[in-house]
């Protein structure tokens, strides 16, 4: 079992920055990913990343701006987002799964921090 807890967000203008973080307890292999949900849309996916940080993958609306990345040594994956906008705004949860590679679909994921949220201002 993973138990995921998320911190790091914040209200920032439009073109900042901010890093989340999303600190996991649980032994094995295991896939992570970041999903994002703003008020009265479905929850969308963010990026993800394999078990050792190699491989990752990204929405189309966050290609290019965020990053995320993975500390296995501190059982902690990271999302750099930078140029923020309006749209951005959201919480922010972050998800993992018991296998090597990633995923992009939620169902996929079989743990779920409790969300931060981040909000950009115009």
């Known amino acids: 079992q993973v138990q995921l807890v998320e911190s790091g967000g914040g209200l920032v203008q439009a073109g900042d920055s901010l890093r989340l973080s999303c600190a996991a307890s649980?032994?094995?292999?295991?896939?992570m990913g970041w999903f994002r949900q703003a008020p009265g849309k479905e929850r969308e996916f963010v990026a993800a990343?394999?078990?050792?940080?190699?491989?990752?993958y990204y929405g189309n609306s966050v290609k290019g701006r965020f990053t995320v990345s993975r500390d296995n040594a501190n059982n902690t994956m990271y999302l750099q987002m930078n140029s923020l906008k309006p749209d951005d705004t959201a919480a922010y949860y972050c998800?993992?799964?018991?296998?090597?590679?990633?995923?992009?679909?939620?169902?996929?994921?079989?743990?779920w921090g409790q969300g931060t949220q981040v909000t950009v201002s115009s």
């Open positions: 998800a993992a799964t018991y296998a090597p590679r990633y995923y992009t679909g939620q169902y996929e994921y079989n743990y």
């Open positions: 649980g032994r094995g292999t295991y896939a």
């Open positions: 990343v394999n078990w050792n940080g190699f491989n990752t």
